[in-house]
């Protein structure tokens, strides 16, 4: 069960922001009420919501999961990778010491974005991308092995994040897309497998007695419902535009 998440409005500065993709530009009006529905949607799974105010100063500091990884024994900030992104850590920081004692730190020359750590039960595993490199999915690896987790370390071929392309909604159930489908490390897990024209809806989040999904993945919804699972759906369009899921906008612990 998760009690707690901390999301972080976005704010004007969003515009700014990273991103790979070439759908445009995001129209903030949109965005502030696409960003309500995600907080009411998390609500509505029954979970306790610290809303962290917009920062001007970090244009993507709304994408909150890549600063921390929140268990529900320890917290790990991380060391982001991107440069225009690293601060964003000072502004977790205290939000994060508000519920947790114990605190470990990925530290330089270790990288690591929270979007590329995958939580399912006892084991995690870490994607090495362009954001988290080698030394900080190692450090990663140490400090939850001594907490008495497994780690798995992924190098990545093409995903963005980790998290983009795959998502765990418990029972042992798998959700993934691309280069995850026939990857050894998720063999033993029941797959929903995700095909390409719907790719972006790997990345869901599974909270509590939901899944929220972004809006207009039928395909994606059916099998959800089908294997019992209700879902919230959530037009997500203007965080996608700079490369965001669903995952992304909240730490849920
Ligand atoms: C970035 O480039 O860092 C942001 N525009 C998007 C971050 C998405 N975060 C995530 O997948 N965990």
Do not use: W
Not at 11 to 22: F, P
Not at 54 to 60: I, K, L, S, V
């Amino acid at each position: 069960m998760f009690k707690n998440v901390i999301v972080k409005t976005p704010g004007n500065s969003y515009i700014n922001g990273l991103t790979t993709s070439n759908l445009g530009k995001p129209n903030l009006e949109e965005l502030f009420e696409q960003h309500n529905r995600y907080v009411e949607a998390l609500k509505k799974c029954g979970v306790e919501v610290t809303h962290l105010p917009a920062n001007e100063a970090f244009p993507d500091s709304t994408f909150v999961e890549d600063t921390a990884v929140l268990t529900s024994e320890f917290a790990i900030i991380s060391n982001p990778g991107a440069d225009a992104r690293n601060r964003e850590i000072e502004d977790i920081e205290p939000a994060v010491k508000n519920f947790y004692n114990k605190i470990h730190y990925i530290k330089a020359p270790g990288t690591l974005d929270g979007g590329d750590v995958l939580q399912a039960e006892k084991k995690f595993y870490v994607g090495i991308s362009d954001r988290t490199n080698e030394e900080g999915a190692r450090q990663f690896k140490e400090i939850v092995e001594k907490e008495g987790y497994e780690a798995t370390i992924i190098p990545l071929k093409e995903f963005f994040h980790l998290k983009t392309g795959i998502a765990y909604v418990g029972e042992n159930r798998m959700v993934l897309a691309g280069e995850f489908i026939d990857h050894p490390a998720f063999a033993s897990y029941e797959k929903i497998i995700i095909p390409k024209e719907d790719e972006y809806s790997a990345n869901c989040i599974q909270v509590n007695d939901y899944v929220i999904i972004p809006a207009g993945y039928l395909e994606t919804n059916r099998k959800l419902n089908e294997l019992g699972y209700k879902t919230i759906e959530l037009d997500m369009s203007e965080f996608r535009k700079h490369d965001g899921g669903l995952s992304c906008l909240s730490l849920r612990f």
